[in-house]
């Protein structure tokens, strides 16, 4: 059954409240692809700052995706760096009684960690209530300030300055100033950290504070994606004297300057943190910011209709009809900034042959998962790329054709097919049980003999980072969200992150053209001259398929009527912002 865009948005149109995103675009217009896209209305950011480092005072007005590069006004170098200065920070509201309530937000998986730099999933809302980042994502995908307030790069685009924001503090006291920062950086970039990001931050040469409220941060090679960089989770700024004091159990004790301050982690039932009276931004509405996980997907959906919850994230899309009908709940459905994709371990055989990669890809019926798993929450993934994001294209999509997988394992030499593994986190999001079932459903047809292991979240990191040369014939189910898509070809496809020992997408993938097309747009600031460059290494890319392209994934995720001014981001995750309970 082939799953259609038009079916697509008849899910999204199923969705209420002021986030639904639902309208769509094609690829840029310099770069047209194969196929339209799903894309949030407000479009994700562009890939680069500003046209050339001598005008990047600030980041870009992001153009939509179906416009020219040169309509943004940082395509142009004589843009005015004060006309795209970034807005300040919103002021604090006026002192008034926090409301002594829990604002509970419940996702499927347990944290790994609430130190920032190894703590990165899907389970970000307590994170988000703790710390704050250099920069930050808005609800429409454009970059803030946060604990910066202005940037600015040298001209030749490998220094850049951040003017840090005056009076904050950290919970434990300690004022926030450019050591913080500098602590923070060399944090995530010491292996022993175990950051599964740490790859996409290599290019940090130096880290230099001349004063409190300066820091400079030099890259080699230069970047225009660096204020976008330190919008990641994975670099949000911690304590320096909680660094010191707790060490390796900071992901226990997480100190930061965001809304809510950590109280207590009760391991698979929920985090709790309290809030902040001297946050730097809009005082805290409500006193307690509570995160439960909740693996499973009818569970998430008892705590919707109930009031166990106020957020649910990740509900089955094949509830959505029903729970519209309540009317305590919004459900929304929106187009994402998520993947779903699979990765072989291909160091070794048999998945080293891209024959073989083929017919993993070929002998999965990925428009039936779409429409009886996904229920039609998702599209077809026809790119490398994470679909909507500016510089992504599109490629044709192999055919669902099992007897052509099996020419193709009899081709590499594997006529009689051979055993594989795939390995996931089951509740990470709706439906993974499902799709692993059918994964191994549909390569068991073509010979492949697969079994599924289930592990469990503070498993993945360590199995990814492992030596792929010790995991032949093993395939990792996972999602993959990037805000940018030099962030998310990087650290998918650049032979550094996949091979590396210290990072976490050590699937072995590699191709020395590959490398090259990706160091060069890196080092382009020009959004015109970085498009081709961007499109053919995602060719190159698509060619090899290098992973088990599934499907984008839609955001399907619920509230309680009674609760508002928390923020929801298209890539997935929820931010205290205001967020009030009547």
């Known amino acids: 059954m082939s799953v259609t865009r038009r079916h697509f948005l008849h899910l999204v149109a199923v969705g209420s409240g002021a986030a639904l995103l639902s ?41 939509a995706p179906g416009a020219s590069p040169a309509a943004s006004p940082a395509a142009s170098p004589a843009a005015s760096p004060a006309a795209a200065a970034p807005q300040a920070a919103p002021a604090a509201s006026k002192p008034s009684d926090t409301k002594d309530v829990d604002f509970i937000v419940a996702d499927g998986t347990e944290p790994a960690s609430l130190d920032p730099a190894p703590g990165t999933g899907p389970f970000q809302p307590p994170l988000n209530a703790i710390y704050d980042g250099l920069t930050a994502w808005s609800d429409k995908m454009e970059l803030q300030p946060a604990l910066a307030t202005t940037w600015e790069v040298t001209p030749d685009g490998k220094t850049w300055t951040f003017k840090l924001r005056p009076g904050v503090k950290f919970h434990d006291g300690t004022p926030f100033n450019s050591q913080a920062v500098k602590v923070t950086v060399e944090h995530l970039l010491d292996a022993a950290t175990g950051s599964s990001r740490r790859a996409s931050y290599t290019l940090i040469k130096e880290v230099a504070t001349p004063d409190d409220g300066t820091v400079r941060i030099t890259t080699d090679p230069p970047t225009p994606d660096l204020p976008f960089l330190m919008a990641d989770g994975s670099i949000r700024i911690i304590s320096p004297a909680a660094l010191q004091k707790f060490g390796k159990d900071l992901g226990r004790n997480p100190v930061g300057t965001g809304p809510y301050v950590f109280k207590e982690w009760i391991p698979n039932q929920r985090v709790v943190s309290e809030a ?153 999001w709706s439906g993974d049980d499902q ?37 032949a014939g093993t395939v990792f189910l996972l999602l993959k969200t990037s805000e940018y898509v030099d962030y998310h070809l990087y650290r998918m496809y650049h032979s550094d992150a996949t091979t590396k020992t210290v990072t976490a997408q050590r699937y072995a993938y590699g191709n020395p053209e590959v490398d090259k097309l990706l160091s060069e747009q890196q080092r382009t600031f020009d959004p015109d001259k ?20 599934l499907a984008h994934q839609a955001n399907v995720w619920g509230n309680r009527k009674n609760v508002s001014g928390f923020k929801y981001v298209p890539s997935g995750s929820v931010w205290p912002g205001t967020a009030q309970k009547s």
Request: hydrophobic share 40%.
């Open 23 to 63: 309208a769509c675009s094609s690829a840029p217009a310099a770069a047209p692809t194969a196929a339209p896209k799903v894309v949030p209305t407000a479009p994700p950011p562009q890939a680069q700052p500003a046209a050339s480092p001598a005008a990047a005072a600030s980041p870009a007005a992001s153009p």
């Open 276 to 428: 902040n009276p001297d946050y730097w931004g809009p005082r805290p509405q409500v006193r307690r910011w509570v995160y439960r996980p909740i693996p499973e997907a009818a569970g998430r959906v008892v705590a919707l209709k109930t009031g166990e919850a106020d957020v649910v994230m990740n509900l089955p899309a094949a509830d959505v009809e029903a729970l519209k009908q309540d009317p305590n709940v919004n459900v929304t459905v929106a187009p994402g900034l998520t993947i779903i994709e699979a990765e072989p371990r291909q160091s070794k055989p048999p998945f080293n042959d891209v024959k073989v990669r083929y017919a993993l890809n070929q002998s999965i019926d990925k428009d039936a998962i779409i429409a009886n798993i996904l229920k039609g929450a998702a599209l077809p993934l026809r790119t490398p790329s994470i679909p909507g994001l500016f510089g992504t294209f599109d490629f044709e999509p192999l055919p669902y054709d099992p007897a052509k997988a099996k020419q193709l394992l009899a081709e590499a030499g594997y006529p009689n097919g051979f055993e594989a593994t795939i390995r996931y986190v089951s509740g990470r």
């Open 435 to 471: 799709v692993a079932e059918a994964m191994q459903g549909f390569w068991n047809n073509v010979g492949i003999k697969t079994q599924i292991v289930k592990i469990q979240s503070a498993e993945l990191v360590p199995q990814l980072s492992a030596d792929p040369d010790t995991m």
């Open 530 to 549: 970085r498009l081709p460059i961007l499109k053919q290494a995602q060719e190159l890319i698509w060619k090899d398929q290098p992973l088990v392209y």
